[in-house]
């Protein structure tokens, strides 16, 4: 499915400025037919993988219990 610039924008919640700049950086595929560019909307599918996968790692840390302190049970 190809998107416009807007709904790529749109899509990814990002500035319409922001999508310009990558399609001018070419960090982003796109297609030119004669008056807008389209981009395929499969390209970000990875994005996404990894996103979830980091706020996954990120949730799995702040869940994890803190270790004993050894010093805690140190009665000088």
Excluded: C, W
């Amino acid at each position: 499915m190809y998107l416009t610039i807007e709904q790529t924008a749109n899509y990814l919640d990002v500035p319409q400025s922001f999508i310009q700049n990558l399609i001018r950086d070419n960090r982003i595929r796109t297609i030119h037919d004669g008056e807008q560019y389209l981009i395929n909307k499969n390209q970000f599918d990875t994005h996404f993988d990894q996103i979830e996968k980091y706020r996954v790692m990120i949730q799995d840390y702040f869940n994890e219990p803190l270790p004993e302190d050894p010093d805690i049970k140190d009665e000088d």
